[in-house]
């Protein structure tokens, strides 16, 4: 079940969000860590909090964060988000099952999602499935760029996609 954050502590996060120097993360840090002590089991806290740790290059910490964020129950965009970063960590950290497996399921459950899309293609190719994930943004190019010119070759993008994958599949 979602946990629904206070508005104004939803405020707060978002002026500390947008305050942050991603050189120099500690008194972002600090500050959401004062927020945590106080909001110790909010969802939306606990992401942002990672979130910090992630941008200043401490994924082992992010990590955890994430999985506390995502077992207090985020919902709707912030949980797409939360499963998108902790999947990239995840294969930041060379975890990449676990990575595609949070990536999975965002996609799942945000299948229009571009950027979870990108990021699922990311994974598979840092697991050493590159012909999946260029079949992946092969598929996305033809699904998102609706131009003329790539209308044009839509059949042969999305067979060449189907092709790269059944490379995949026979691994």
Known sequence: MSVTTDP??????????????????????????????AHP????????VGGAYDTAGEEETAAGYYE???????AGDTLRRCLLQYGS???NL????ESLAALD?????FPESESVRVWHALSLHAAGRSDRAVAELM????DRIR?????????????????????????
């Open 8 to 37: 104004a502590l939803l405020a707060r996060l978002k002026e500390l969000f947008d305050a942050r120097d991603r050189g120099d993360m500690a008194p972002t840090i600090a500050a959401l860590l004062a927020v945590l002590e």
């Open 41 to 48: 089991t909010d969802p939306h806290v606990l992401y942002e």
């Open 68 to 74: 506390r964020a995502l077992e207090a129950g985020l």
């Open 89 to 91: 960590t995840l294969r």
């Open 94 to 97: 060379d975890r990449f099952d």
């Open 105 to 109: 399921r965002a996609r799942d459950l």
């Open 139 to 142: 598929e996305l190019a033809a």
């Open 147 to 171: 131009t003329p010119d790539l209308l044009r070759y839509e059949a042969a993008v999305r067979g060449n996609a189907d092709y790269l994958r059944s490379l995949d599949s026979g691994r």
